[in-house]
C-alpha cells in the first residue's frame, strides 16, 4: 500500500505544476542548496504553505503586541482562500518565500526579524510578505541586521535541524546531507573547547553526524582529547533515545524532484544531482497527470499565450482598417 506522505507529495507537486507559473518554478532547483536545511527535502508547495503559516504567526502576535489583542486573533495577513484560489496572491506568496530561501534561514526567524526591523524604522504598515526583504534604500541596512540576528541565533544554539532525512540511520550521500555533516563539523571545529558538546549533541543524542566525520576536521589529538572528554561525560548523563525516524520514499527526495518546469539538464545544480533521472521520469509523470486533467501542461501559460494572440490578432485587424480606411484628400 503506497505511503500517504508520498501520496501527499505527488498531489503537492501537480497542484504546483497547475497553479505556479513555470517561471516561478524554474527558480526551484538552484534554491535546493541555498535554503535552510530543514526545507530541502520538502516540496516546495508544503514549503510555501509553512511560509503562510510562520507569516500568520508572525503578524497576529505582531498585531497583538502593537494593536489589539483580540482583534489579533482574527487576523491573518495572509487569506489562505486567497493564496488558493487568486493567481497574483499565489505567484507573490511563492517569490516571497523564495527570497527567503536565499538567505538560507528558518521562515519564522526571517519573518520575524523583517518585521522587528520595519518596526524599529517607524514603519506604519506590518510589512506585506512581498515587502519582506525590505527593497530600495533600507536594503543594505537590512541585509547587516538579518546577518547579525543570524549569526547571534546560530551562536545561541536557538535552532535545530530535525528533518529525519539527516538521521546517520538513513543517510545516503545526497548533497544536502552531506553538507549539512559539513557545515556541523564546521560550527564544532570553530568552537574550540566546545567540541566535545557538539559531538556529544550531534552524533550522540540526536544521532545525525558520526562521531568520526569530526575526525576530518582536526589533529587527531584534539579528536582523542574530545572523544575522552565525551566518554566521560556520557558516565555521568546517559543519553536519551531520540524517536524513531522513519522516512518514505519521498522524504528523501530533493524539495525540488518531480516539479514540472524546474528541472532542466542544462542547469549545474541539476547536472550534478544524483537523482536528476529520477526527477525527469516524475516529472513527465506529472506532466502527464496534468494534461490528462487539462489540454494544456501548463495552464496559467497557456492563458498567457492565448491572450498574447488575442492582442496580436486585434492588433492586426486594427492595421487592416486603417489601409483600408478611405483617405480624405484636400484639394487646398
Not at 230 to 254: C, G, I, K, Y
Not at 315 to 323: G, W
Amino acid at each position: 500500500m503506497p505511503d500517504k506522505r508520498d501520496e501527499i507529495r505527488f498531489s503537492r507537486l501537480g497542484w504546483s505544476a497547475e497553479n505556479v507559473p513555470a517561471e516561478v518554478r524554474a527558480a526551484e532547483p538552484d534554491l535546493m542548496m541555498k535554503k535552510w536545511f530543514d526545507y530541502r527535502f520538502i516540496s516546495p508547495e508544503d514549503a510555501t504553505l509553512l511560509f503562510i503559516r510562520h507569516y500568520q504567526d508572525v503578524f497576529r502576535k505582531k498585531f497583538a503586541e502593537y494593536n489589539d489583542v483580540e482583534r489579533a486573533k482574527h487576523v491573518q495577513g495572509i487569506d489562505q482562500n486567497k493564496y488558493l484560489s487568486d493567481d497574483r496572491t499565489r505567484t507573490q506568496v511563492w517569490k516571497a518565500r523564495q527570497r527567503a530561501d536565499e538567505f538560507g534561514i528558518p521562515y519564522d526567524f526571517y519573518i520575524w526579524s523583517s518585521f522587528e526591523f520595519a518596526l524599529r524604522r517607524k514603519r506604519n504598515m506590518f510589512p506585506q510578505p512581498n515587502q519582506l526583504h525590505h527593497p530600495g534604500k533600507a536594503e543594505e541596512y537590512w541585509l547587516e541586521y538579518l546577518a547579525t540576528k543570524w549569526g547571534q541565533a546560530l551562536e545561541a544554539g536557538v535552532y535545530k535541524v530535525t528533518h529525519p532525512a539527516y538521521r546517520i540511520e538513513n543517510y545516503k550521500d545526497l548533497p544536502a546531507q552531506r553538507e549539512y555533516r559539513q557545515s556541523v563539523c564546521e560550527r564544532g571545529m570553530e568552537s574550540g573547547n566546545r567540541l566535545p558538546n557538539y559531538i556529544r549533541q550531534y552524533a550522540i543524542d540526536w544521532k545525525q553526524v558520526p562521531a568520526e566525520e569530526f575526525e576530518k576536521y582536526v589533529t587527531p589529538e584534539v579528536f582523542e582529547r574530545a572523544m575522552e572528554s565525551v566518554q566521560s561525560d556520557l558516565r555521568h548523563f546517559p543519553p536519551e533515545e531520540p524517536d524513531e525516524a522513519t522516512v518514505s520514499t519521498t522524504q528523501l527526495w530533493p524539495s525540488c524532484l518531480g516539479l514540472p518546469g524546474s528541472y532542466a539538464s542544462t542547469n549545474p545544480v541539476c547536472a550534478a544531482c544524483p537523482m536528476a533521472s529520477k526527477c525527469a521520469v516524475v516529472s513527465r509523470f506529472i506532466e502527464g497527470n496534468v494534461s490528462a486533467r487539462r489540454p494544456a501542461v501548463d495552464p496559467k501559460l497557456e492563458a498567457k499565450r492565448e491572450k498574447a494572440k488575442l492582442r496580436q490578432r486585434r492588433k492586426r485587424e486594427r492595421d487592416r482598417a486603417k489601409v483600408n480606411a478611405p483617405t480624405n484628400i484636400s484639394i487646398f
